[in-house]
């Protein structure tokens, strides 16, 4: 069982460019959260998916920011048109179920650098 | 909304010594689960230990042993005996009890802990 799968582990991007960060769950689980760290901080509730549904979007921003979740493949956080204050580490966690107290398995990460 | 408050960035403990993270939070909610997560320079979050607010019995695994103070609304974490290898980020984190409630964890800041050899 290999665990949460993120790539790219570090990804540079100009201003202005898109990113597109991937996470494959661990086998057999269909819950899919991101969450953003930055420097000195910690992690901030992104967003939550299942297969093909957003379920909590409430701490996506409204603009550039969107995820999917496809039926097939694995679950891409895309960020358009970055700018230097999205320079960040992204983190994807992955359940089996909706979480409750259980907790939930994390990636390792990706960093995005906006220069 | 909920905030988890951790007022220690930086700790520092000897080897074989016993070091305890400090944790308060704030919900109106009476149910609710309490989590710590350590964060090595791996930067992998690694769930340490975890709490339901309705029991009144502390997690203890192994090592690491919690003190749930749920009219305080504090949850702090003891780690005994300290290992090189508990040098990391040490991450406090909050969620309700879902039903209608928010789906993700709200996190703290962090506190570093430092292992002295």
């Known amino acids: 069982n290999a665990g949460v799968m993120q790539n790219p582990r570090h990804l540079v991007r100009r201003r202005g460019q898109e990113a597109r960060l991937r996470c494959s769950p661990m086998?057999?689980?269909?819950?899919v959260y991101w969450y953003r760290q930055l420097p000195e901080e910690g992690l901030k509730f992104m967003v939550y998916?299942?297969?093909?549904?957003?379920?909590?979007e409430s701490g996506m921003p409204k603009e550039r920011f969107s995820a999917e979740f496809p039926k097939e493949g694995p679950s891409i956080l895309r960020i358009q048109q970055v700018v230097r204050g999205d320079s960040a580490a992204y983190f994807c966690?992955?359940?089996?179920?909706?979480?409750?107290?259980?907790?939930?398995?994390f990636g390792s990460g990706t960093r995005l650098t906006v220069v | 909304a909920q905030t988890v408050t951790q007022s220690q960035p930086e700790m520092s403990v000897q080897e074989a010594e016993t070091v305890t993270l400090s944790c308060t939070y704030d919900?109106?909610?009476?149910?609710?689960?309490l989590f710590w997560y350590k964060q090595p320079p791996s930067r992998q979050m690694i769930l340490v230990i975890r709490?339901?607010?309705?029991?009144?019995q502390n997690a203890t695994e192994n090592r690491f042993s919690v003190n749930f103070q749920k009219a305080a609304k504090s949850f702090s974490l003891k780690i005994s005996d300290s290992q090189l290898g508990d040098a990391a980020m040490y991450f406090c984190?909050?969620?309700?009890?879902?039903?209608?409630?928010?789906?993700?964890?709200?996190f703290g800041k962090g506190t570093h802990l430092i292992i002295q050899p």
């Open positions: 966690a992955s359940s089996q179920s909706r979480v409750q107290g259980s907790g939930y398995t």
């Open positions: 086998k057999g689980h269909s819950h």
């Open positions: 998916l299942q297969k093909e549904n957003i379920i909590d």
């Open positions: 919900t109106s909610e009476s149910d609710y689960y």
């Open positions: 709490q339901e607010a309705y029991k009144q």
């Open positions: 984190a909050y969620k309700e009890d879902s039903g209608g409630g928010a789906d993700g964890l709200t």
